[in-house]
Nanobody
């Protein structure tokens, strides 16, 4: 069964750090674009970061640039989102997603549908 498992969320004070993980089961991220989206209550879903194992490019939204970093290691079956200097406005449910059909971050960040979604992990930043 193909699944994405997101983990690592939690409660942190402003200025703190968290690292989210997105793991694949039933398939490999090789050749995929893996992305993180977030949705806060009452707000639209926002693309946060993307890494393409297809063309080896990265994308970070302006709102997180310089504070968040998306990366992978080793066998590339896990993608991480390192979040530093967290702000209360970063509070949201964070979802990871994977795209194999069009694994280009520019496309991923501009289209609403994904091949696979993870279940979401809550990040809460207190002021």
């Amino acid at each position: 069964e193909v699944q994405l498992q997101a983990s690592g969320g939690g409660l942190v004070q402003a200025g703190g750090s968290l690292t989210l993980s997105c793991s694949a089961s039933g398939f490999s991220f090789v050749g995929y674009a893996v992305s993180w989206f977030r949705q806060a209550p009452g707000k639209e879903r926002e693309g946060v970061a993307c890494i393409s194992m297809y063309d080896e490019t990265l994308y970070h939204a302006d709102s997180v640039k310089g504070r968040f970093s998306i990366f992978t290691e080793g066998a590339k079956n896990t993608v991480y989102l390192q979040m530093n200097n967290l702000k209360p406005e970063d509070t949201a449910v964070y979802y990871c997603a994977a795209d194999g059909g069009s694994p280009v971050c520019e496309l991923v960040m501009s289209t609403p549908t994904r091949d696979y979604w993870g279940q979401g992990t809550q990040v809460t930043v207190s002021s």
